[in-house]
């Protein structure tokens, strides 16, 4: 069931990542699919094939009540291959149980290869949807129509993550933003943030130093576009009110 207000986590799992042995392929894939649908990310974790801190990751998005979680890594059958066994404690009762469909994938695939290990894939948290894999039919899958989990390559997890935002987040109401660079520094302007409402908008501020000293991108979004014009032409008569001056955008 669709969440009306989702928050997405992202969780990419694998050492080789962390030690320098493989460079991360999903966390901008991720973000900017989600951007493309007027979504944002809300966290991304990338961490080690250790249980327990899997398990602690995984529990901390299952208990927001909005969340949407993409997994990728670790859904194979080698001895590292943790995930499917965590998903199972933290989403399901604690148990894996044969997919007969993913099962039927699995060998007609893989034909006497399948066994003894790569049928082990199979073995999916009670629940299971699956996610169709391009490349050799070993399938994602996901619970409860929001917590994906998907392989480490990304030739085969970047096509079910499509497939699984067209047929749950296809779009959001569209966000409507401003941006300005102010020649001032985040302190100098703090006073302004400060008469800033802490509902309807969104609000950032990216400071940056240069040869030419501080200054500020200021940027305010909201669903509505009334709203978030009035805010950014109250912080502009705010700056030059006080002598900054500023260009629109975020080029500096």
Not at 61 to 69: A, E, Q, W, Y
Not at 145 to 168: I, Y
Request: hydrophobic share 40%.
């Amino acid at each position: 069931m669709r969440v009306q207000e989702p928050n997405f986590y992202q969780v990419i799992i694998g050492s080789e990542i962390l030690n320098g042995r493989r460079e991360d392929k999903h966390f901008t894939f991720l973000r900017d699919e989600l951007l493309k649908r007027g979504f944002k990310l809300k966290a991304s974790f990338v961490i080690e094939d250790d249980k327990e801190l899997m398990r602690e990751v995984f529990t901390l998005i299952k208990n927001d009540p909005n969340s949407v979680l993409f997994s990728f890594g670790g859904i194979g059958a080698t001895p590292d291959d943790f995930t499917r066994k965590i998903a199972a404690k933290v989403f399901g009762d604690g148990k894996l149980y044969e997919h007969p469909e993913a099962k039927r994938l699995i060998i007609e695939q893989f034909k006497e290869k399948a066994f003894p290990y790569r049928i082990e894939m199979s073995k999916l948290p009670k629940g299971a949807k699956l996610l169709s894999n391009p490349i050799n039919k070993v399938p994602g899958f996901f619970l409860k129509d929001r917590f994906f989990f998907l392989p480490g390559f990304p030739q085969m997890a970047h096509p079910m993550v499509k497939d699984a935002l067209n047929s749950f987040y296809p779009n959001n109401t569209k966000l409507y933003r401003y941006t300005i660079c102010v020649n001032a520094s985040e302190n100098d302007l703090m006073e302004i943030m400060l008469k800033l409402p802490k509902q309807q908008i969104e609000f950032s501020s990216l400071p940056i130093i240069d040869a030419n000293g501080y200054k500020d991108v200021i940027s305010i979004a909201s669903k509505e576009e009334e709203i978030a014009k009035r805010w950014i032409e109250f912080f502009i008569k705010e700056i030059e009110k006080k002598g900054f001056s500023y260009q629109e955008g975020e080029e500096c």
